[in-house]
């Protein structure tokens, strides 16, 4: 039998608090225990934060898991210029017993809380989120650390109030949590249109602050700008003290984030208090939310200009007024990325969106879709995905290959996509429904 994870830990650590517990992991702050001289063990004076999982036994998986959040902080801290101000969080050692089937990482300790924690406690005050000037200073330092992930060509993919801890006292911010996050490379490789997101899936990501992209029901892969769409959620709740969209579950979020366009924050503030936010930052927040990444902030580096001219402007005007000016005049990308998005397909788009709607009326449709290889029949039928997705509909795909001979593999994959959406699906009475109706349409001895 193995003893829990703190059992073993506490002959290296003096556990002092627990800070975050989940089903599968347990966060806790602590001070190292050292050996001197080899003889007597001392506690040392600085605090430590242990990232622990919950279960008794680290399983290969949760070491992997582990494995993965230590080497992208590492390539992270790698790419960082002045690592001793850097806005994201120092990973320190990952800590494996192969023995005692225990493993965590160990980071260092701002002595902090998560944002959400503190605009919680603002909100009880003054209904809204953050004083516009202490929200800029720390808007502006979020914006600093994302700028050092997307230089070393990481997404973060969980970018939230709570996994940004910030120390009130001495003005220390660190972005936390790179459990989630994967390489620029590594994502463009694995985008598979034919492939969709599952809601098992889904629950790596935080459901109110999760990109278009993120949902999986669009044609787009995930890149850079999917973290600043999640920004702009967070820097939203920062500012008004509730997120951009409210809903009951993943699905309504994932509908919200598709068609649902926010209540502008100056609006939202309004609705709440006689104290409205300067203009501009709602303006800057609103840009981060569009729900086509090329109409967003395209870089860190052209938001964070953006801000710091709203802090001197704000400043100048002895924190009354932000004077307009227009937002993006230094969001150059470095990279060359061609538009994700279809050109001179309007018309054919529209018969395949009038054929869906005909289908929602009761009528069964067939649309004939040809041309030869390589012209983007694939990418045009995809653009069908989101509106797919906005009527809670399934978006099956199949495709024949020259180089796959096998018969009705193309029916074969759609039906494969369909069984594991209908899988994943949150409700178990959903599940028990489609397992009913496929049973009465073909019987329990061909299930």
């Known amino acids: 039998m193995n003893a829990a994870p703190q059992q073993v830990l506490c002959r290296?650590?003096?556990?002092?608090?627990?800070?975050?517990?989940?089903?599968?992991?347990?966060?806790?702050?602590?001070?190292?225990?050292?050996?001197?001289?080899?003889?007597?063990?001392?506690?040392?004076?600085?605090?430590?934060?242990?990232?622990?999982?919950?279960?008794?036994?680290?399983?290969?998986?949760?070491?992997?898991?582990?494995?993965?959040?230590?080497?992208?902080?590492?390539?992270?801290?790698?790419?960082?210029?002045?690592?001793?101000?850097?806005?994201?969080?120092?990973?320190?050692?990952?800590?494996?017993?192969?023995?005692?089937?225990?493993?965590?990482?160990?980071?260092?300790?701002?002595?902090?809380?998560?944002?959400?924690?503190?605009?919680?406690?603002?909100?009880?005050?003054?209904?809204?989120?953050l004083a516009p000037p202490i929200f800029l200073q720390v808007a502006i330092k979020i914006t600093k650390g994302l700028c050092e992930i997307h230089k070393a060509r990481i997404i973060h993919k969980d970018i939230k109030p709570s996994n940004i801890i910030f120390n009130e006292s001495t003005g220390q911010l660190k972005i936390i949590d790179f459990g989630s996050a994967t390489s620029e490379d590594e994502e463009d490789s694995s985008f598979d249109p034919m492939n969709s997101t599952t809601n098992k899936e889904l629950l790596s990501f935080t459901p109110a602050f999760m990109s278009p992209e993120q949902t999986g029901k669009i044609n787009r892969t995930i890149d850079t700008r999917s973290d600043l769409y999640s920004l702009g959620a967070t820097l939203y709740q920062l500012l008004c003290g509730t997120p951009p969209f409210t809903a009951s579950d993943t699905n309504g979020y994932m509908y919200c984030h598709l068609a649902q366009e926010p209540i502008s924050p100056i609006q939202m503030c309004s609705s709440k208090s006689s104290s409205l936010p300067p203009l501009m930052l709602s303006n800057i927040i609103m840009k981060l939310l569009q729900?086509?990444?090329?109409?967003?902030?395209?870089?860190?580096?052209?938001?964070?200009?953006?801000?710091?001219?709203?802090?001197?402007?704000?400043?100048?005007?002895?924190?009354?007024?932000?004077?307009?000016?227009?937002?993006?005049?230094?969001?150059?990308?470095?990279?060359?990325?061609?538009?994700?998005?279809?050109?001179?397909?309007?018309?054919?788009?529209?018969?395949?969106?009038?054929?869906?709607?005909?289908?929602?009326?009761?009528?069964?449709?067939?649309?004939?879709?040809?041309?030869?290889?390589?012209?983007?029949?694939?990418?045009?039928?995809?653009?069908?995905?989101?509106?797919?997705?906005?009527?809670?509909?399934?978006?099956?795909?199949?495709?024949?290959?020259?180089?796959?001979?096998k018969a009705y593999s193309a029916i074969a994959d759609a039906f494969s996509i369909l069984v594991s959406q209908i899988l994943s699906e949150p409700c178990e009475s959903t599940i028990e429904l489609w397992k009913s109706d496929i049973i009465s349409a073909i019987g329990l001895n061909n299930c």
């Open 12 to 129: 290296h650590f003096q556990l002092l608090q627990l800070l975050r517990q989940s089903k599968t992991m347990q966060v806790f702050r602590a001070r190292r225990v050292v050996k001197v001289c080899n003889v007597r063990e001392e506690v040392t004076s600085n605090t430590v934060i242990v990232k622990t999982h919950a279960a008794n036994k680290c399983t290969p998986r949760m070491y992997q898991k582990l494995l993965h959040e230590f080497n992208i902080g590492s390539k992270v801290k790698k790419s960082t210029t002045h690592a001793n101000s850097s806005q994201c969080i120092k990973y320190l050692e990952l800590f494996h017993s192969q023995e005692q089937q225990v493993a965590a990482l160990i980071m260092e300790d701002i002595n902090g809380v998560d944002l959400s924690a503190l605009v919680t406690t603002q909100t009880k005050i003054t209904q809204t989120g």
């Open 291 to 405: 729900k086509n990444a090329d109409d967003r902030y395209q870089t860190c580096n052209g938001l964070k200009c953006d801000l710091e001219n709203c802090a001197r402007l704000y400043a100048l005007s002895n924190y009354t007024i932000i004077e307009p000016f227009p937002l993006g005049q230094y969001d150059f990308s470095e990279r060359f990325s061609m538009p994700k998005k279809l050109y001179c397909r309007q018309y054919e788009l529209s018969s395949l969106q009038d054929a869906l709607d005909r289908t929602l009326n009761g009528s069964l449709e067939l649309v004939d879709v040809r041309g030869y290889s390589g012209v983007g029949k694939s990418s045009f039928v995809n653009e069908l995905q989101k509106p797919v997705a906005l009527h809670d509909g399934y978006f099956l795909r199949g495709k024949y290959d020259l180089l796959n001979s």
